[in-house]
């Protein structure tokens, strides 16, 4: 008992500096795209704070057609970046949404053009906490100023302004992704076809902001954190950014998930140890998403990003409170997806969004896929899924004459 | 926002020593019963270990009757205590049951002989990790063996012994305590007339499992845990308790409760702060239930019991893996009570508990109370809840001949 929590402590330890050095990536030499926006004028944060020259990381997929009318902006979510279809720089993993996005997939590269940024507040390019502060020449830490998903997305605006895209076909997202999706439906309905929020909400509800409050609190309490300046000391906070993300972790799975992954079998072993090691596998699983999860994510941004998914409630920001308001006269199309085993963006709050669209006579679409993947059935292969997005695309294109 | 979180980490900060001086109260003059038990035998554990001479704290309310007829043992849960009826000699608070425990109340203590006493492992008295090892003279921390709910019981029926009582009216406990009852049937089954679990499960189910896993990793992660041996230092690792409180105090609420106590409703303040300070009232609540649970709890205790709860498997322990096994032919009289609302010892599980019982033809009575309180709600005002418990207890009374 007593040797395996030693073998395991030794493992995490911070004396293994390799596992903790500072910061573990560097922005600088990313692949793919790279724009210095806010140039001409600053971007005035909700917050009050502007934020003047400040780059944002993306890449695209396919090609935009001459018109420029086939462009499609997705949205990632709490942890996602913009290598949505292609292995990830640092782990070398395949792309989120490498299944969803491809030649003759339903994101089709043949078809569209594909544009997913990193966000603001983000950890990979665009300008966030973990940045150079034009103004100090060090990084902003929580000098940053706190961010909103309508901050999100007026940065992101900036960026199709900058690729010369009048209007874009659809703004799709999972999540987090779904928040921005209607966020752009609601403060740019000209310039967005359609749009696909997929397990989202139009505000976050007091369970969610309670489980991001529980990561956050892990992160403040980890005393590596130094208040958000640890950008140039050798130790980043990698317990707090991991209990964080293992806390987060289980939301995103349903119970019957989980049990059919891992119900109570043993890891490696035919009998418990009666101890504090990872006796069962979904302990391992656990463990193993909290540490690979800090060698690509900055918990600064962690801090920020959660933060603006709290802060989201499209009914207050525009619209008075009223949900439907926020919608008033849309030309938007929009298509809703929600899964029903998902209990961190469960049904009723799509169907919440669905209803506040038909009492404005909005173009509406919605889909419930029956699945045990929990919210994170988004992000994997889930053939009803694939066919529910296959059908509104092409609906949409058809629509839009996209051929 | 820079202030408001600096603000936040002063009142948090450890060198603030009055929030974490260890131990932060002292098992050696808490009011009530502490009795030596295991003189004669040894307690063998689960895992091998044997437990000597070891103590145990209780208290009782009400009066046993000549006959030693009218005792019912209230097994506490993860976080409870012996102090069920009465305000708790740490916090000041009513006890955990007082509204339940008391005359004229379900478990009257004008008619019933009402004991409830510390569980193994935990850290008001009865032997767990903070108390004194006999071989060393220091506190055991992690040498402190693991311990399994079968442990518990077993002690604890040590402690029915030695009160000279040889079969129980009654075992009834919430969450981990019905745990216990379910454990005191399949393993005394001519020891207990009546076992009433009450949102309770007969095995932690791998969600379950995830949720403590994440709770155990915030407090190893706090460097003030030591690998367990903090009893002599200044620092406990209270801040990696108060995140593993926190996390759990989420499970033990339903989303609609969450949203009815506190909605997207803003702390003493108009709008929002754009900060890290606690805007919303979920997150004031959760830090103050953080902050709160560890002036009255040890790290080490929440390690292993949460350990124990996670080993719980009645069907694996005492029917081969079939779960009606381990009650074939059972005396007990079974009365379950589950609540709609609960998503963490959801319905279900007590259902599989009430199969397996009537595969074996068992006396057994389930009743699913309508609430939107969540799995706590077997600890607040119900009503539904309170009549359901009455009418189970008097029915069983009659049966057994008490007036």
Chains 1, 2 share one sequence.
Not at 6 to 17: E, K, P
Not at 53 to 63: D, E, K, L, V, W
Not at 128 to 145: H, I, K, M, S, V
Not at 332 to 348: A, E, G, K, Q, Y
Request: a negative charge; proline letters at 6%.
């Amino acid at each position: 008992m007593i040797a395996d929590l030693i073998d395991y402590l030794m493992a995490q330890s911070t004396d293994d500096d390799s596992a903790v050095l500072a910061p573990p990536y560097s922005t600088t030499n990313l692949p793919g795209f790279c724009v210095e926006l806010g140039r001409e004028a600053p971007l005035r944060l909700a917050a009050g704070a502007r934020l003047g020259s400040f780059p944002m990381a993306y890449q695209t997929y396919g090609t935009l057609n001459a018109a420029r009318t086939n462009a499609i902006l997705v949205c990632h979510a709490l942890t996602g970046d913009q290598f949505a279809a292609e292995p990830h720089p640092i782990t070398g993993k395949p792309g989120w949404w490498a299944q969803i996005i491809g030649p003759g997939r339903p994101l089709d590269t043949d078809k569209y053009f594909i544009i997913c940024s990193n966000v603001l507040g983000g950890c990979m390019g665009t300008v966030g906490p973990r940045e150079t502060d034009p103004g100090t020449g060090a990084p902003y830490a929580l000098q940053f100023p706190v961010i909103t998903i309508g901050d999100m997305v007026r940065a992101q605006k900036l960026l199709i302004d900058h690729l010369g895209i009048e209007r874009l076909f659809c703004v799709i997202g999972g999540s987090m992704g779904a928040m921005q999706a209607l966020e752009w439906a609601a403060r740019y309905p000209d310039r967005v076809f359609c749009a696909m929020p997929i397990a989202g909400a139009a505000r976050h509800t007091a369970q969610n902001i309670a489980f991001h409050e529980v990561g956050r609190q892990a992160i403040l309490a980890d005393p590596d954190w130094r208040g958000g300046n640890y950008y140039d000391l050798p130790r980043r906070p990698v317990r707090g950014l991991a209990v964080a993300r293992m806390a987060a972790h289980v939301t995103y799975l349903s119970e019957p998930a989980l049990h059919r992954k891992f119900g109570r079998e043993l890891q490696d072993r035919g009998d418990v140890s009666y101890g504090f090691d990872a006796d069962f596998q979904v302990e391992s699983y656990l463990r193993y998403q909290g540490s690979t999860f800090v060698n690509r994510f900055d918990a600064n941004s962690y801090l920020y990003i959660t933060r603006a998914m709290d802060y989201f409630d499209l009914a207050a920001e525009h619209g008075d409170g009223v949900l439907a308001k926020a919608f008033t006269a849309t030309p938007v199309r929009f298509s809703l997806i929600s899964f029903t085993s998902d209990w961190l963006f469960p049904t009723p709050e799509s169907r919440r969004i669905v209803h506040a669209l038909n009492a404005v006579a909005a173009n509406v679409s919605f889909v419930e896929i029956e699945t045990d993947a929990g919210h994170d059935a988004f992000l994997l292969e889930e053939p009803g899924f694939f066919r529910a997005l296959n059908g509104m695309l092409s609906g949409a294109a058809e629509q839009f004459g996209l051929r």
